[in-house]
């Protein structure tokens, strides 16, 4: 009898301790959704107070989430841009306990020459049904215009070397193929990818300079994105 009552004790004590530790990881997880969502109003602020917000800098701020995983869709009206994100937080593994949340949010911000506010709010997953749909990234000729925007705020604060360094190039779908920085002008080849995967793929030339500020972009044919010597460069 005493052993039953011990055995049914220790039994509870697992259980419970096992049910704890799960808890614990599911607010964790929920802890770094609601991390995520505050980081994300706080990037949106931070990248439109010179008057625009990119889609690559949109791009970069969802992703910037690790481990807190987004997907997003984008609509402007006017000056105003909307930002819907669908956010997925897991915190565990398979031999330990474990916690898993997500959420749909929606921001909305309009650019200005100063820390604009950004307002957030939940939704009903539902509004997030993008998200099970199969990831898609933009045409490439329009992440060109958005690169050589980047580029161009680069060089005119610090110079050709300053745009080889610049955050656009960590943008998912932008690759590096190869840059050179000869007679005061940078000239990147850079991958644009259009499609996941190497399909869709195209080269293009950017050339900067700051004297003036000059940005250019021009498409290639594929082997030609080979013609400078490969450096180490950087990958979105």
């Known amino acids: 009898m005493v052993l039953n009552v011990l055995l049914l004790l220790f039994v509870g004590y697992v259980v419970t301790s096992i049910w704890l530790k799960d808890r614990q990881a599911e607010e964790q997880a929920e802890d770094e959704v609601t991390a995520a969502v505050q980081q994300m109003r706080r ?10 917000l990119l889609g690559t800098e949109i ?23 909307t930002v819907t994100v669908y956010y997925t937080g897991f915190v565990g593994g398979w031999l330990g306990p474990s916690g898993d949340d997500s959420g749909c949010y929606r921001f909305a911000v309009v650019p200005a020459a100063a820390l604009p506010p950004v307002s957030v709010r939940e939704l009903p997953e539902e509004e997030c049904g993008f998200r099970t749909e199969p990831l898609r990234r933009r045409p490439p000729a329009d992440v060109a215009e958005d690169v050589t925007a980047e580029l161009r705020a680069a060089v005119a604060e610090g110079g ?22 000869r007679d005061g002008e940078l000239t990147a080849l850079a991958w644009l990818y259009g499609e ?8 293009y030339e950017f050339r900067a300079s700051d004297k003036p500020v000059t940005v250019t972009a021009k498409k290639l ?16």
């Not at 990037?43 to 625009?52: I, T």
């Not at 050709?160 to 590096?176: H, K, L, N, S």
């Not at 594929?222 to 400078?228: A, G, K, L, P, V």
């Open 59 to 81: 791009q970069r701020a969802v992703e910037d989430k690790r481990p807190v995983r987004g997907r997003s869709e984008v609509r402007r009206d006017g000056r105003r841009v």
């Open 160 to 181: 050709p070397e300053a745009a080889a360094e610049d955050d656009v190039w960590w943008t998912d779908g932008v690759r590096i193929e190869t840059t050179e920085i």
């Open 196 to 203: 996941v995967g190497s399909r869709g793929r195209s080269c």
């Open 221 to 236: 044919n594929e082997d030609e994105c080979y013609r400078i010597e490969p450096k180490v460069g950087r990958q979105g």
């Open 43 to 52: 990037r949106l602020s931070h990248e439109a107070e010179d008057g625009s």
